[in-house]
């Protein structure tokens, strides 16, 4: 088992739709969760980060996190074609160390 | 500065050069990682350096290459007798300290060896 999976995609969301992408996990240990947007040809950004079981919302994105099941999830709002990128999860390992999913590409349909 | 800082920001080169890409993290963060990031793929560690030490080298492909990480700041990757395999984009990012801050990456270095 890989230690952070995501689907590839690509994902296709109509314009205005919410978009779902989803990640698991394999250490039980890990407390830290991000989440990343990577243009074509840019650097990863910020966009997200979790560290409770529940949601956690920043205007037209929410994190959600279940440890219990090793699972984290980002959910885009009212999806625009600028949403349109990889999007890379991230888990913090019981030694500190930072794993990076393959990340999922999302295009947005207009 | 506002942001992580890299150069070169694009670095072409021949086969069995040397060549040095550098960071600059944004200040105050005591933790530094590079990555490599080959076209179309994820994100592969190399190192991270947790003030001027680093205490997991253990991406690094082979003994040809190295990293440093002087007064706690800017850090220099070096890639010796570069191979072909070795094209692609160099990531650097910071963070406050390692595990649960998150990392801010910096632009990256495009290497490509021709």
């Known amino acids: 088992q890989k230690e952070v999976e995501q689907n590839s995609g690509p994902l296709s969301v109509p314009e205005g739709a919410i978009a779902s992408l989803n990640c698991t996990y394999s250490?039980?240990?890990?407390?830290?969760f991000f989440w990343y947007r990577q243009y074509s040809g840019k650097s990863p950004e910020l966009i997200m980060s979790?560290?409770?079981?529940g949601d956690k919302e920043d205007g037209r994105f929410t994190a959600q996190l279940n440890k219990a099941s090793q699972y984290v999830s980002l959910l885009i709002r009212d999806s625009q074609p600028s949403d349109s990128a990889t999007y890379l999860c991230?888990?913090?390992?019981?030694?500190?160390?930072?794993?990076f999913g393959k990340g999922t590409r999302l295009h947005i349909l207009p | 500065g506002a942001g992580v800082s890299q150069s070169p920001s694009n670095k072409v080169t021949e086969k069995g050069k040397d060549v040095e890409l550098r960071c600059d993290p944004i200040?105050?963060?005591?933790?530094l990682y590079w990555y490599r990031q080959s076209l179309g793929q994820g994100l592969e560690f190399l190192i991270y350096?947790?003030?001027?030490?680093?205490?997991?080298k253990s991406g690094l492909p082979s003994d040809r290459f190295s990293a440093e990480r002087t007064g706690g700041s800017v850090s220099t990757l070096t890639i010796q007798r570069t191979q072909q395999e070795d094209s692609a984009v160099y990531l650097c990012?910071?963070?406050?300290?390692?595990?649960?801050?998150?990392?801010?990456f910096g632009p990256g270095t495009r290497l490509t060896v021709t």
């Open positions: 990012a910071s963070s406050f300290a390692s595990g649960t801050y998150e990392q801010y």
């Open positions: 250490d039980r240990g890990s407390q830290s």
């Open positions: 979790i560290y409770s079981n």
């Open positions: 991230a888990v913090e390992r019981r030694d500190d160390k930072i794993i």
């Open positions: 200040s105050g963060h005591t933790a």
């Open positions: 350096f947790q003030g001027n030490s680093a205490p997991d």
